[in-house]
């Protein structure tokens, strides 16, 4: 098992992009002795019928895991705003920087709203996104709240890439094929 060493001590809230990403996630967390939050804000989800069946599944693990999990609002117009000119970038380019930033700056100030300490991502997990561009993105986003910490773990060592596979099988979650955006099919 990995040992974890979060940053600071205090509730954690864990952004969730998708139950698949989230599941070896939770369970080391679990076994680590931290009871995440999960934190489902995804508006970058199209089209609507994907988002909502994204949900569904994180909902359902989180309540397998016996844990909460958080509903944002889903709204998709807003997002295309907030990474309009950014279209037609490559994946792991300037809009998906932008777009992890936008969600994680909607999970710090959800975590500081409600008491967190910590505020962790599963983005970090998929070998199709930049750990870089997730640490950069938390870090900006952490910046206007003192009272928080940002924790960006490498999801994908320590066995976790393998579990999370294992697990897939396990639970039977529909395992999405594109991180989500209309940009990125």
Not at 32 to 55: A, D
Not at 103 to 111: E, F, H
């Amino acid at each position: 098992m990995l040992q974890l060493n979060p940053p600071a001590s205090g509730r954690v809230l864990l952004h969730a992009c998708c139950a698949p990403c989230s599941l070896a996630i939770v369970e080391c967390m679990l076994q680590n002795g931290i009871r995440p939050t999960l934190y489902f804000y995804n508006p970058n989800i199209t089209p609507e019928e994907e988002y909502l069946h994204r949900k569904e599944e994180i909902i359902r693990y989180a309540q397998l895991q016996g844990i909460e999990c958080i509903d944002a609002d889903y709204d998709h117009q807003q997002w295309l705003n907030d990474v309009k000119g950014l279209e037609h970038e490559p994946e792991r380019g300037a809009r998906c920087l932008q777009c992890f930033y936008v969600r994680l700056l909607k999970a710090m100030q959800y975590a500081h709203d409600n008491g967190y300490g910590v505020v962790a991502t599963t983005l970090a997990t998929s070998r199709w996104k930049s750990l870089k561009q997730v640490s950069e993105a938390g870090e900006r986003a952490v910046f206007a709240f003192p009272d928080l910490k940002f924790w960006c773990e490498n999801w994908r060592k320590g066995g976790l890439q393998e579990r999370r596979s294992e697990l897939l099988k396990q639970y039977e979650f529909y395992n999405q094929t594109f991180c989500g955006c209309e940009f990125s099919k």
